[in-house]
């Protein structure tokens, strides 16, 4: 059974997915072909043989080493062990080191509170970031390329598709696409899409079978080729956790389509986020800060190596439960401690840890309460988030909460955290009464594969809802009861008009289909007006009337060239554009009537 869209000319040769992720990024692709065309027996080709790293595994580190130049010295776990080393050695002139960078690219003004760093690399200039992502992203394009060119196709033959977060506004996104021309991506917006996480696991889900949490064993799969099914994705990643939730919806044209409700939601609550909850609170307990502070600038490797064990104890701490259900960490977490450290330990200090390690030096302990408390630091906003996204789709689909509706009808846990059993049984103790929860067989490869499937064919979502009210910067008539003397304004043709008012496209909440237009019309205020630019605003509200109010904001700018019809009356010079806002971006048309020209526009989200 085929359940996409894949007819038409012009199509590429190979489709190509980059997921790039906060810890890791990795790449697959598939070749365009009948053969391919159903997606259940789809092949999907990955790449896992990434250098220093111990396993084949389809995902590298996110990590760069670079020079005083900027200049890449290694990337992914390489860069990790190269850097280790120059720093064990006292050898990090003119080297810098970034990992876990890709959420300081969210321009939220909030602190950049993530990403490691080490050398000469500043994360506190977002302009640099975007020069780091752009030279990791231009690493993994390179080593696709040459994949995909040893398979006999050309690098112009392929249709590529980049992950995104869910909770990325529209800036970020466009800042995501420039990074990503700069790495050589094709600046086409048709053959570089970008694919929302949470949409892309969708996909995985449908196509895979997965587990359920209720401890029976059974497996089971997301029925997205029936009409009404509501499942919501919980994309737990190393940055942010993604929810968004959605409803299948049938359609002649396609077997398979997806509605969004609710709005897509999530935050800074990705894995990583544990990670510095162990270093700052059991190590900087333990150790002390300026211990902890000292190991981070001289000993870093050190470090790392005391992180790969906790990364690796909390993903596989086992669960017990109470009689009543309530879940547990079974055992504690022994941390063998690298010898650097201990000798920079005080006496006291390795007394008492070898203590509370009953007797064995070397080693720090952490009880299963405390290590509860670490995963809790991120697991009980995750909760927070689920259960807020449930309370909006209950408001947004008229269900009366406690009325024994309750939302999305399956819970779909994916990312590299979803491995974590402490996740699981608290997802399930949580929700587990009320929802079906769902978990992959790898539920880290879930957006890579889906992005994968999105690439082969984009038409498969039928729809999204509005996180914001969109609209323009206009003028309108002035009216003298309510508009500003202040705001007014006398065109060429002598209407006096109130400038800076808020022309509404499309309203929050809004159900907003791919596939619809929204025409929007505009006209210069000059006849010798060789250009019109245009402003984008949003808001939360549903009825802005000025653009400068409370809560409205610039979030990009397009230019109309109209020179062909400069010196014309103004009333003979419109043009009229159309709006795409249901699309993983926002897409621009512009038509000319009195040309009868049309081209596309693009939005310049340039904020950085």
């Known amino acids: 059974m085929s359940g996409f869209d894949t007819s038409g000319a012009g199509r590429p ?11 890791g990024t990795g790449f697959a692709w598939a070749v365009v072909t009948p053969l391919n065309d159903d997606p ?5 080709t990955f790449y896992s043989r990434f250098p220093e790293h111990r396993v084949d595994y389809p995902k590298n580190l996110t990590a760069l080493l670079v020079d005083a130049d900027g200049t890449t010295v290694a990337w992914g776990h390489k860069a990790r062990k190269q850097w280790s080393e120059a720093s064990d050695s006292g050898r990090t002139d003119g080297l810098g080191y970034a990992y876990a960078f890709k959420m300081a690219l969210k321009d939220d003004g909030g602190p950049v509170d993530m990403p490691t760093t080490g050398g000469i690399v500043d994360l506190g200039d977002r302009g640099r970031v975007r020069e780091l992502i752009t030279a990791y992203l231009r690493e993994i394009r390179e ?3 040459a994949q995909i060119k040893d398979a006999g196709y050309a690098e112009r033959e392929i249709r590529w598709c980049i992950t995104v977060p869910a909770i990325w506004d529209d800036e970020d996104r466009a800042a995501m696409r420039r990074a990503a021309v700069d790495a050589g991506f094709p600046d086409d917006p048709e053959r570089l899409l970008p694919s929302i996480e949470p949409e892309a696991a969708a996909l995985y889900c449908y196509l895979r079978m997965a587990d359920l949490t209720d401890g029976t064993g059974m497996r089971d799969r997301l029925q997205l080729n029936v009409d009404g099914f509501r499942f919501m994705v919980v994309d737990c990643g190393g940055g942010t956790v ?6 299948t919806s049938s359609d002649a044209a396609e077997l398979i389509a997806l509605r969004e409700i609710g709005v897509a939601t999530g935050g800074r609550l990705g894995s990583e986020y544990v990670n510095q909850a162990f270093r700052e609170q059991a190590l900087g307990k333990r150790l002390g800060p300026e211990l902890l502070r000292r190991l981070e600038r001289e000993h870093s490797g050190d470090l790392l190596e005391l ?7 909390k993903t596989t701490a086992e669960v017990e439960w109470d009689e009543d259900g309530t879940p547990h960490i079974m055992d504690t977490v022994r941390i063998d401690l690298p010898v650097t450290v201990w000798q920079l330990l005080d006496e006291g200090s390795r007394a008492r840890l070898t203590e509370e390690a009953g007797g064995r030096p070397q080693r720090m302990v952490l009880a299963p309460e405390e290590v509860e408390v670490l995963l809790d630091s991120v697991v009980e906003g995750i909760l927070d988030k689920v259960e807020e996204q449930l309370a909006a789709i209950r408001r947004t689909s008229g269900e009366a909460a406690g009325a024994g509706a309750t939302g999305s009808e399956t819970l779909v846990l994916v990312g590299g955290f979803a491995k974590s059993q402490w996740l699981r049984e608290r997802m399930h103790r949580h929700f587990g009464s009320r929802h079906r929860i769902l978990v992959p067989p790898d539920p880290a490869l879930a957006v890579l594969e889906g992005a994968t499937h999105f690439a082969y064919n984009p038409r498969v979502f039928l729809s999204r809802q509005a996180k914001y009210t969109y609209g323009f910067e206009t003028s309108k008539l002035f009216e003298e009861s309510v508009d500003s003397p202040m705001r007014m304004f006398r065109d060429d043709d002598g209407d006096i008009l109130c400038v800076g008012r808020f022309a509404v496209a499309v309203r929050r909440l809004d159900s907003v289909r791919v596939k619809d237009a929204f025409p929007f ?14 402003r984008v605003y949003r808001t939360v509200k549903a009825e802005p009337r000025y653009v400068d109010e409370d809560g409205c904001e610039e979030i990009g700018r397009l230019t109309v060239d109209i020179g062909e019809t400069a010196g014309r009356p103004l009333r003979e010079r419109p043009i009229r554009l159309l709006f795409y806002f249901g699309r993983s971006e926002i897409e621009v048309e512009a038509f000319d009537p009195a040309t009868g020209g049309s081209h596309k526009v693009r939005v310049d989200f340039d904020r950085m």
């Open 242 to 247: 993604d929810i968004t939730a959605y409803e």
């Open 13 to 23: 040769k190979v489709v190509a997915a980059v997921d790039f992720g906060t810890h």
């Open 307 to 313: 992180s790969e064990q906790w990364e690796r104890a």
């Open 143 to 145: 080593l696709a390329v």
């Open 40 to 44: 259940q027996s789809r092949r999907i």
């Open 521 to 534: 019309t505009i006209l210069p205020t000059r006849e010798d007006q060789t250009e019109i630019e245009l």
